[in-house]
């Protein structure tokens, strides 16, 4: 049986793996982060193959022993959201964070250079 799935997507400072964690922890879900599992699944976060990093999600998703997953930052394009549906479920909800570019700067800025999202989460301008 597969679980509950729940989207949570943004862009890269917005507060979504803040958000999430919250989240899961008030409502017992699980949050599996998609450059995590990419990583995971040895697929490059940076360089992938949408149908079979989506595909990957899947069966990931089919052997989950978890009622309710979180998912955050996936769907990243139309192309994933439909092979996801088409070979899954529709997510029962999609929390999208909406940020300016300004707040999400200054929070990336916040992080440091020594944090590992900092070079690919400047490119905001």
Do not use: W
Request: charged share 25%.
């Amino acid at each position: 049986m597969l679980p509950e799935v729940f989207f949570m997507i943004g862009p890269k400072g917005s507060g979504k793996s803040t958000i999430a964690k919250r989240l899961a922890h008030r409502t017992n879900m699980e949050v599996l982060n998609f450059d995590r599992f990419l990583a995971h699944a040895g697929l490059n976060p940076d360089d992938y193959d949408d149908e079979e990093a989506t595909m990957a999600l899947v069966k990931n998703l089919i052997n989950e022993t978890s009622p309710r997953i979180l998912i955050e930052d996936f769907p990243r394009n139309e192309q994933q959201a439909r092979l996801f549906i088409r070979n899954c479920v529709a997510p029962t909800e999609v929390f999208s964070i909406k940020c300016s570019k300004d707040i999400c700067q200054e929070r990336i800025l916040d992080l440091g250079e020594e944090h590992k999202s900092y070079i690919s989460s400047a490119m905001l301008t």
